[in-house]
Each structure stands twice: as structure tokens, then as C-alpha cells.
């Protein structure tokens, strides 16, 4: 069973700190890793994708992976309370395929 | 470009009943995925089509099913509805099934059973 941790929170960071999202994935054999963010009552919207290990940098936004440690995990820096939202990992095990599979996401508040 | 388009928004069934959601994926994709979205069991892999072939399901029972059409559009049906199948569905798509592809989702189709 391929499995995709993350913790559910609550997380409450303030306005302007850094917010750090982290997720772990149980098959060495991942092979890309998305985070989304999902506001109540919304659908998914892509955050971030990255495929290599090390850091990739969007804005605000940074995603790390660490593929011997099997971690993957999401920066957001200067937060906005607009940044308040449920996190999702999204891991693709497997080549020639589009299967997502999801951890339970992490819920995450920019207090003012 | 517009995005993916999920009908209905909204379905109120009552038990017993059987229900058909559509997917229109963004222009130019041919990969669509389905997804169920519940409290409990987060958002969980339905199945997948590309070139009208169901390439992957995952692991729930037959009395889901679905398809794909000649211009990508996908409907996904469930039969029998149980109280069970009360969840968010969403429908995500990518230009072909790469691992590195990234997947786009709709709204998706708010299923409530009665």
C-alpha cells in the first residue's frame, strides 16, 4: 500500500513567519511530487511541483525533496493570511501513469 | 485557456439511485483522472483514461465505472448509490499520462445520498 504522511495540524503560524509543511512518502520508487492547496468548499490548485532532489523555488513558495530520507516538504515564506488553507502532498509512483496518490493534508492558519 | 469543467456541481440521490458526472478537460489535454473526495478517507484514486482506455482503477468497487470519449471528455458512472458515496469527485487532467505531467483539476460535482 503506497502511503503518503503529513501531519493534519492544525498549524497556526503568524503573519509574515515562515510556514513549513512536511510530508513523507513510504515507496522509493516516487517518482514526482506535487503539493496543492485546497481552500474549504474548493477544489485542489497546484502550489508546486518538483521531480529532483534538492530545492525548487517559486515566489514565495519552496519545495524541498530528499529522496534518500523519502521527504518532501513546503517552505512558504512572508505569510499571508490569504495562505490559509488545507496543504495536500501528492505523490506519482508509478511511469506512464497519472494516480495521485494524496496525503490526508495539512490545515494551516495565518493568524494577523 | 479555460479550465476543467465539471457538470454538475450538485446532485442530491436518494439510495438505490445511479448517477452520471461529466469532465471536460482543459484544451489540448487528453488524460483524465477521477478522484473521491470524503472527511474520512481524504482524496482518493478513482481511475484514469487516455485514448478512451481505462489505464488505471483504483480500489473501490464496480459499481463505479466510467469512460472517455474521442474528444477526451470523461463521465463517470455509479450505480447503486450508497450513503457511502456522499463525497466531493473530482475530475483532474494532464496533456498525456507522464509520471511527470502535472494534474489540473475542475471544480468537481458535489454528490450528496439520501
Known amino acids: 500500500q503506497k502511503e503518503v504522511e503529513q501531519n493534519s495540524g492544525p498549524l497556526s503560524v503568524p503573519e509574515g513567519a515562515i510556514a513549513s509543511l512536511n510530508c513523507t512518502y513510504s515507496d522509493r520508487g516516487s517518482q514526482s511530487f506535487f503539493w496543492y492547496r485546497q481552500y474549504s468548499g474548493k477544489s485542489p490548485e497546484l502550489i508546486m511541483f518538483i521531480y529532483s532532489n534538492g530545492d525548487k523555488e517559486d515566489g514565495r513558495f519552496t519545495a524541498q525533496l530528499n529522496k534518500a530520507s523519502q521527504y518532501v516538504s513546503l517552505l512558504i515564506r512572508d505569510s499571508q493570511p490569504s495562505d490559509s488553507a488545507t496543504y495536500l502532498c501528492a505523490v506519482n509512483y508509478r511511469a506512464g501513469a497519472q494516480k495521485l496518490v494524496f496525503g490526508q493534508g495539512t490545515r494551516l492558519t495565518i493568524n494577523p | 485557456k479555460a479550465g476543467v469543467t465539471q457538470t454538475p456541481r450538485y446532485l442530491i440521490k436518494t439510495r438505490g439511485q445511479q448517477v452520471t458526472l461529466s469532465c471536460s478537460p482543459i484544451s489540448g489535454h487528453r488524460s483524465v483522472s477521477w478522484y473521491q473526495q470524503t472527511p474520512g478517507q481524504g482524496l482518493q484514486f478513482l481511475f484514469e483514461?487516455?485514448?478512451?482506455?481505462?489505464?488505471n482503477k483504483g480500489n473501490f468497487p464496480g459499481r463505479f465505472s466510467g469512460r472517455q470519449f474521442s474528444n477526451s471528455r470523461s463521465e463517470m458512472n455509479v450505480s447503486t448509490l450508497e450513503l457511502g458515496d456522499s463525497a466531493l469527485y473530482l475530475c483532474?487532467?494532464?496533456?498525456?499520462?507522464?509520471?511527470?505531467?502535472?494534474?489540473?483539476f475542475g471544480p468537481g460535482t458535489r454528490l450528496t445520498v439520501l
Open positions: 483532474a487532467s494532464s496533456l498525456v499520462p507522464r509520471v511527470y505531467d502535472t494534474q489540473y
Open positions: 483514461y487516455f485514448s478512451e482506455t481505462q489505464r
